[in-house]
């Protein structure tokens, strides 16, 4: 019992700060995601190959890249030319809203008057981060082909809480063993509602539609 009353206030504080955070991010105008996956799902590869065309698209983005240790992936991210601010937890596994707060604070003085879209890249668990609102418009969960079509019914809360999904490294698929419709059915079967897009950062495949979906996001949250 003692547990569970000093989650839920955990939680509670970091939910006022959240919603904090929900209203200075609208004031920017910003539609807001917090990416989620496993270490090796491919995260940070497909933020980079997602951040080149939302920028060629004539989107404004930044980013906020969570990470245990180092500033490896922040680095990549900085390279595409899009405004980023890492935090290193530490040890933490995962970004909360004050971590996030924080770190938009930081990014401010780099970005435009107003930007389409805010992109949180939550560090690489699928079990904390699920029960952390730090703030966003919407969780996506990625899972890749190589991790096994279970995995949904392993990690069910942040399927749960995730209403879009990218199955990533799909040019792999001619050498799995792997049912790509059985992990869509398993995805379905804990949020009937979510969106799916299977995708390749790297043939591209799959991308225009991802792309499309963060465009459309962006236009509705701006009207």
């Given at each position: 019992m003692r547990e569970?009353?000093?989650e839920k206030k955990v939680l509670g504080a970091n939910d006022a700060v959240a919603a904090r955070n929900r209203r200075v991010?609208?004031?920017?105008?910003?539609?807001?995601?917090n990416m989620i996956s496993s270490p090796g799902t491919g995260k940070t590869t497909t933020l980079e190959a997602t951040l080149g065309r939302l920028v060629?698209?004539?989107?404004s983005v930044a980013v906020i890249e969570g990470d245990v240790q180092t500033r490896n992936d922040a680095d990549r991210v900085e390279a595409t030319g899009v405004p980023v601010e890492a935090?290193?937890?530490g040890g933490a596994c995962h970004l909360d809203a004050q971590m996030v707060g924080k770190a938009y604070s930081n990014l401010l003085p780099k970005l435009p008057e107003?930007?389409?879209?805010?992109?949180v890249e939550n560090v690489g668990n699928l079990v904390c981060p699920s029960a952390y609102d730090v703030g966003e418009d919407e969780k996506v969960a990625?899972?890749?082909v190589t991790e096994g079509e279970d995995k949904p019914l392993k990690y069910p809360s942040l399927f749960n809480a995730a209403n879009t999904c990218l199955v990533t490294k799909i040019d792999l698929l001619p050498h799995l063993d792997f049912d790509f419709n059985l992990l869509v059915r398993n995805i379905k079967?804990?949020?009937?509602?979510a969106s799916v897009f299977p995708i390749s950062a790297k043939t591209g495949?799959?991308?225009?539609?991802?792309?499309s979906y963060l465009g459309g996001r962006c236009a509705k949250d701006a009207g």
């Open positions: 569970i009353a000093v991010f609208a004031e920017k105008g910003a539609y807001v995601i060629a698209s004539g989107l935090v290193i937890t107003t930007l389409d879209l805010l992109i990625l899972v890749s079967s804990i949020n009937p509602n495949e799959g991308m225009e539609a991802w792309i």
